[in-house]
T-cell receptor, first 112, second 110 residues
Framework: DAGITQSPRYKITETGRQVTLMCHQT?????MFWYRQDLGHGLRLIYY???????DKGEVPDGYVVSRSKTENFPLTLESATRSQTSVYFC???????????FGQGTRLTVV | KNEVEQSPQNLTAQEGEFITINCSYS?????LHWLQQHPGGGIVSLFM???GKKKHGRLIATINIQEKHSSLHITASHPRDSAVYIC????????????FGTGTRLTIIP
């Protein structure tokens, strides 16, 4: 199916564990983004990628790692999960030109 | 960094009312985005506009580049319009990274 998909949709993990959230898009969009959404805050950028093998930090990158070996995939890894990383995570993609962004359905992550 | 502010934070209205949500930003931009987030959590892009006005069904978005202000209007509001509406602007002019407002929670009562 065409679109942008995230997996898993829900995840509960323990403090200190490594967790990877997956994001896959079928449009070959250049840009991909990871955001977290918390009460009282707007969506905040964790990391973004302008193309395969090009990634850069966003507003709140600490504790997260990304990679982009293929254009269509942009996984987000929490190296050692902490309770403060409990959040809803959204992946998004957009083309290089002035176009709208497309969002995945989100992953609700709970760190206990 | 662009600061994006929305108002009001919460809005409750009767079905059929005309709705206005406002968004202001601090840095000159190339385009502004309006997004909708339904109770289920998914985020959908409604508009991307760089000047003037855009209309899609009962939704109208306007932008005043000089005043750094945009509005989202909903005509003949319906309970299915209940959602969180979010505006987003590039962090800097021409930048692909977006800065998001905290959203306006709209509730339409039948």
């Amino acid at each position: 199916d065409a679109g942008i998909t995230q997996s898993p949709r829900y995840k509960i993990t323990e403090t200190g564990r490594q967790v990877t959230l997956m994001c896959h898009q079928t449009w070959s969009h250049s840009y991909m983004f990871w955001y977290r959404q918390d009460l009282g805050h707007g969506l905040r950028l964790i990391y973004y990628s302008a193309a395969a093998d090009i990634t850069d930090k966003g507003e709140v990158p600490d504790g997260y790692v990304v990679s982009r070996s293929k254009t269509e995939n942009f996984p987000l890894t929490l190296e050692s999960a902490t309770r403060s990383q409990t959040s809803v995570y959204f992946c998004a993609s957009k083309d290089r030109s002035l176009t709208e962004a497309f969002f995945g359905q989100g992953t609700r992550l709970t760190v206990v | 960094k662009n600061e994006v502010e929305q108002s009001p934070q919460n809005l409750t209205a009767q079905e059929g009312e005309f709705i206005t949500i406002n968004c202001s930003y601090s840095v000159g931009i190339s385009a502004l985005h309006w997004l909708q987030q339904h109770p289920g959590g998914g985020i959908v892009s409604l508009f991307m506009l760089s000047s003037g006005k855009k209309k899609h069904g009962r939704l109208i978005a306007t932008i005043n580049i000089q005043e750094k202000h945009s509005s989202l209007h909903i005509t003949a509001s319906h309970p299915r319009d209940s959602a969180v509406y979010i505006c987003a602007a590039p962090s800097n002019f021409g930048n692909e990274k977006l800065t998001f407002g905290t959203g306006t929670r709209l509730t339409i009562i039948p």
